[in-house]
């Protein structure tokens, strides 16, 4: 499976973006997918993550991203509002295996979407 993250771009503080992720494959609808972020100097750390049935969510980001998914267009997107200069990362899809994966069982990963939320 091949993952296409596109959607990132320069934002104010207090603005929205929403990333997609498109896969290359039909199977890509049955699998979890997740978005995960680096920024600079850190380790990357997981944002969100979708299953058949349950969203999940770090705390930094709860009640400001949200994910979904068109499973007839094998997408998968992270609306994201009310943003922070602390949200500045490259952004990554990723996609599992694993029916409910943990953090580090995802096994497909998209190429990274640069947001940068200016204060």
């Known amino acids: 499976v091949q993952l296409q993250a596109s959607g990132g771009g320069l934002v104010q503080t207090g603005g929205s973006l929403r990333l997609s992720c498109t896969a290359s494959?039909?199977?890509?609808?049955?699998?979890?997918c997740g978005w995960f972020r680096q920024a600079p100097g850190k380790e990357r750390e997981f944002v969100a993550g979708?299953?058949?049935?349950?969203?999940y969510y770090a705390d930094s980001v709860k009640g400001r991203f949200t994910i979904s998914r068109d499973n007839a267009k094998n997408t998968v997107y992270l609306q994201m509002n009310s943003l922070k200069p602390e949200d500045t990362a490259v952004y990554y899809c990723?996609?599992?295996?694993?029916?409910?994966?943990?953090?580090?069982?995802?096994?497909?990963w998209g190429q990274g979407t640069l947001v940068t939320v200016s204060s």
């Open positions: 990723a996609a599992s295996l694993v029916t409910s994966p943990g953090v580090n069982e995802y096994n497909y």
């Open positions: 494959r039909r199977t890509f609808s049955s699998r979890a």
């Open positions: 979708i299953t058949w049935s349950t969203t």
